[in-house]
């Protein structure tokens, strides 16, 4: 006879001896982007290295498309989020108090790490004729959806040059995973997007339709560059898009990976340790995050105070003091 008796309650039962039951799960959201981005790339490789370890941490991990950077930094204030990508401009914005976060700081934001590089990135139709940001004046522009990162940066980037949406014969605000075929429809000469590269987005931008990366540069930006230390420059290697082939002159921000104060410092640890225990396997789930090193991850990008439980394995690792 079997020693596990089932007990009945009403129509449910359980089982009674056995082994001990694993800890009791928790729930864990991991804010990314849209489903053609980095980000979300981004969320399901963590949760798939944190949901290896289930059975031990109890950690069970998930990572829905978002509107972004902005969006998932907000999910995390309010709650809904446990974690999540956010460009490193926006964290800083965030925990700081400044520019779309004016008045509404954010001060238990905390960094985890950093991950890849993300260049401001505008394609542009090759019949439109635009090379450059300024020549967007007068033309079809997808400016990005609201709460993502690339379309705060971009109002950013208009505000530099000293233009404005009106200058746009029309502004569109379609999501990532719909502005490519836009461009290819002739619905939009323009679209822009703050993203790691290769990505899916961009290449599907550039092998509908005859389109061209726009160089932003100049004066303008080189003293946002120089006054802003999560920009830098940034180029967009020649050769990995269809049809464009010589380097793009831009400039750029790093994606960040943050959480807030109120999160446990356990749970956090678990999932920094998930990712690197594991850091070659994290490495090639992406071409983007191929040249991460976990000394850069801990050291740039990351404005908020870092998370306790994250500071707690970069310690035992020696990688802070
Ligand atoms: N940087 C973009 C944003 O915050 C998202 C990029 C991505 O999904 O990879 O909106």
Request: negative net charge.
């Amino acid at each position: 006879m079997s020693k596990l008796k089932p007990i009945l309650f009403g129509t449910a039962f359980a089982l009674v001896a056995g082994p001990a039951l694993a800890q009791e799960e928790q729930f864990i959201t991991i804010g990314t982007g849209g489903q053609t981005g980095v980000y979300y790339v981004v969320g399901q490789s963590i949760c798939r290295l944190v949901n290896r370890d289930t059975a031990e941490t109890g950690l069970r991990c998930t990572a829905p498309a978002t509107g972004g950077s902005i969006d998932n930094i907000n999910q995390i204030k309010s709650g809904g989020m446990t974690m999540g990508v956010a460009q490193s401009d926006w964290q800083f914005h965030a925990y700081n108090g400044s520019s779309d976060f004016e008045g509404d700081a954010f001060d238990k934001l905390r960094a985890v790490f950093s991950v890849h590089a993300e260049p401001f990135t505008v394609v542009a139709r090759a019949d439109s004729g635009i090379e450059k940001f300024e020549d967007l004046a007068g033309k079809r522009v997808n400016v990005g959806n609201p709460g993502s990162g690339t379309r705060g940066t971009f109002e950013i980037v208009l505000d530099t040059m000293g233009m404005s949406m009106d200058d746009f014969s029309l502004s569109s605000e379609l999501r990532p995973a719909e502005q490519s075929a836009a461009l290819g429809d002739n619905q939009v000469d323009a679209i822009s997007y703050t993203v790691g590269h290769p990505n899916g987005s961009i290449q599907e931008a550039t092998s509908t339709v005859d389109a061209r990366l726009v160089t932003v540069a100049g004066d303008a930006i080189d003293s946002l560059i120089a006054e802003n230390p999560y920009y830098a420059k940034a180029t967009i290697p020649g050769g990995m898009y269809a049809g464009n082939d010589e380097d793009t002159e831009t400039f750029g921000v790093k994606a960040t990976f943050v959480t807030s104060e109120d999160i446990p410092e356990e749970t956090v640890y678990q999932v920094v340790k998930a990712v690197f225990d594991n850091f070659d396997r994290f490495k090639g789930l992406h071409p983007a995050f191929a040249n991460l090193t976990p000394e850069e991850m801990v050291a740039d990008g990351n404005s908020a105070p870092l998370h306790p439980g994250a500071e707690r394995y970069y310690r035992e690792q020696g990688w802070v003091e």
